[in-house]
C-alpha cells in the first residue's frame, strides 16, 4: 500500500514524542497499519533547520500551520498546538479540505467537538482524540469499544497529571505547592496556564469528553461543576489521612434517576482503595459498568512519549481505516451521531449526593459541639467520624473536622451557612467531598 503522509501541527513536547515514536517504531507501525507512515509536512515555530526534531528529518518544515492543512499530500492532520483557537479554526480547515483529524486537545474537544464531529461526519472523515483524555492510558478505546456492551453506571478519574503530582510531593515530601508546579512544568507536564491544571479545568475538559462517551450525550463542557487543589492544606492532608482517606482531585460523572453528575473537586478517597495511591504525575480511571463491574486503567497521564503512544494508536487507527465506509466506523462519541441521549440532562451542584469532610475552627467553651450537631440533625445529616485536636497554647479556638454520611449539597450548603454564622466559629469552613467509590 502507499505510504499515508502526515502532517504535523506542533513540535512541542507531544509534537517532538509523535515524530520520534512514528521514527523509531516505523518498522512495527507499518506491520499494524498496513502502510508507512511518513511525517512529510510539520508546522513549528522557531525550529532550527540545523536541528531538526528526529523523525522530521524528511518533511518540510515551516512556521505556517495553514501550510500543512492545505498540503494535498498530506492525508492525516496531527493537531498537537492546544488550546481553542486557532486549533479550532485549522482543524475545521483540514476537515473542509477532506483531511483525517487526529488531535490530544482536550479543550478543543470538550469544548467545541460538537462543531467539530459534526463537520467530520458530513465530510466523512475521522477525528481520532485518543491522547486527549488521560495521556497514554488508551481510555477512550476502553470505554468506546471495550466497555461497548455496558450501560455505564459511572466514572471516577485522577486525570491531571500536574495536580495529582502536586498533591503527592505536598504529602509525602511536604514540599511548597509552587514550588512543585515550577518543577511540573519544567517536566513538560503542566499546561501552558498551570493555572488548568490547579483550578481543574483541564480535568473538566477531560472528564466531559469521558461523560460524552460513557452516556452518549452531548459535549457540555460548560456544564461542569470545578473545584481546584489550591485551598488543600498539609492539614487537610494529615486529618484525611487520620480518618483513613487519601486526597486526591477526582473527576467524577455519575448516571443518577434525575440526571447526570459532572463535577471535579478534591476528594477524600479511602486510602485502602487503589486509586487512592495512584501517585505522582500517573492517572487512573476507574469505570463502573453494569456488566463488568468495576474496573481500573492507570498510566502516565502526560509526557512526550506517553501522549505520543495515544497519538501514535490513533494514527494507525486511522491508517487502517482510510478505506473503509464512513458509515462502518466507530462512532466518534461512542454512540451512533442521531442516537445521542437528548434527555439526560447535566445535575446542578446543588442536586449532587455525596458525603462531606468539614474543617472548623471553633471557640474551645461548652456547647459549642451541641450547636454543631444541632444544625447536622436539623438538616438530617449523619456524622460519620470526628476529630477535635487539643488547642495549641495560647490559640483559644480548636480544630474540629468532621466527617458525614451522604446528603444532597443544598442541604450541605445551609447547614455550612449556619454553623459559619454561630459566634463560636473562626473563619470559613473548609469542605471537601468524599467518594467511596465502592462497587
Ligand atoms: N497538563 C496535563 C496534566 C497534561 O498534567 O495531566 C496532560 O493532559
Known amino acids: 500500500m502507499n505510504p499515508v503522509n502526515v502532517g504535523l501541527l506542533g513540535l512541542g513536547t507531544v509534537g517532538g514524542g509523535t515524530a520520534l515514536v512514528l521514527s523509531r517504531n516505523a518498522d512495527e507501525i507499518s506491520r499494524r497499519a498496513g502502510s508507512a507512515i511518513h511525517v512529510t509536512h510539520a508546522a513549528g515555530l522557531g525550529i532550527d533547520p540545523a536541528n531538526l526534531p528526529a523523525g522530521t528529518e524528511n518533511a518540510k518544515i515551516t512556521a505556517d500551520a495553514w501550510e500543512v492543512v492545505n498540503d494535498p499530500d498530506v492525508a492525516i492532520v496531527v493537531e498537537l498546538i492546544g488550546g481553542y483557537s486557532p486549533a479550532r479554526e485549522l482543524v475545521l480547515k483540514a476537515i473542509e479540505n477532506g483531511k483525517h483529524v487526529v488531535t490530544a486537545n482536550k479543550a ?160 477524600l478517597i479511602p486510602h485502602r482503595r487503589l486509586i487512592a495511591n495512584v501517585d505522582g504525575v500517573m492517572n487512573a480511571v476507574l469505570v463502573k459498568g453494569d456488566a463488568v463491574g468495576p474496573t481500573l486503567y492507570y498510566g502516565a497521564g502526560a509526557g512526550a512519549e506517553p501522549t505520543a503512544s495515544a497519538v501514535v494508536a490513533d494514527i494507525i487507527d486511522v491508517a487502517r481505516t482510510l478505506t473503509t465506509d464512513p458509515n462502518n466506523r466507530v462512532p466518534h462519541l461512542a454512540f451512533q451521531p442521531d442516537a445521542m441521549s437528548q434527555d439526560l440532562s447535566i445535575l446542578p451542584m446543588e442536586e449532587v449526593t455525596t ?69 463560636t466559629i473562626n473563619g470559613s469552613i473548609t469542605r471537601l467531598r468524599v467518594e467511596h467509590l465502592d462497587a
Not at 478505546?141 to 450501560?151: I, T, Y
Request: hydrophobic share 45%; with cysteine; glycine share 8%.
Open 108 to 267: 478543543l474537544i470538550a469544548k467545541h467537538g460538537n462543531e467539530i464531529f459534526a463537520a467530520a461526519q458530513a465530510k466523512g472523515v475521522m477525528v481520532a482524540f485518543e491522547a486527549a483524555v488521560a495521556g497514554g492510558i488508551p481510555i477512550i478505546k476502553a470505554v468506546r469499544e471495550g466497555l461497548a456492551a455496558n450501560r455505564i453506571e459511572w466514572i471516577a478519574g485522577i486525570i491531571n497529571g500536574t495536580g495529582n503530582f502536586i498533591l503527592t510531593e505536598m504529602r509525602d515530601k511536604g514540599r511548597d505547592f509552587a514550588d512543585v508546579l515550577a518543577e511540573a512544568q519544567a517536566l513538560g507536564y503542566a499546561e501552558a496556564d498551570p493555572t488548568f491544571d490547579v483550578e481543574g479545568i483541564d480535568a473538566a475538559h477531560k472528564l466531559t469528553i469521558l461523560a460524552s462517551i460513557a452516556f452518549g450525550i452531548e459535549l457540555q463542557f460548560d456544564a461542569c461543576f470545578t473545584e481546584g487543589i489550591s485551598k488543600i492544606t498539609r492539614e487537610d492532608v494529615n486529618y484525611a489521612e487520620e480518618l483513613g482517606y487519601r486526597i486526591k482531585h477526582l473527576g467524577v460523572t455519575r448516571r443518577t434517576g434525575n440526571g447526570i453528575e459532572l463535577r471535579v473537586h478534591p476528594t
Open 355 to 423: 458525603a462531606y469532610y468539614l474543617r472548623m475552627s471553633a471557640a474551645d467553651k461548652p456547647g459549642v459541639l451541641a450547636d454543631i450537631t444541632r444544625i447536622l440533625g436539623d438538616a438530617q445529616i449523619s456524622i460519620e467520624a470526628f476529630i477535635q485536636k487539643e488547642s495549641p497554647v495560647d490559640v483559644p479556638d480548636v480544630p474540629l473536622v468532621i466527617l458525614t454520611h451522604k446528603v444532597r449539597e443544598a442541604q450541605m450548603n445551609d447547614a455550612i451557612a449556619k454553623i459559619e454564622a454561630l459566634s
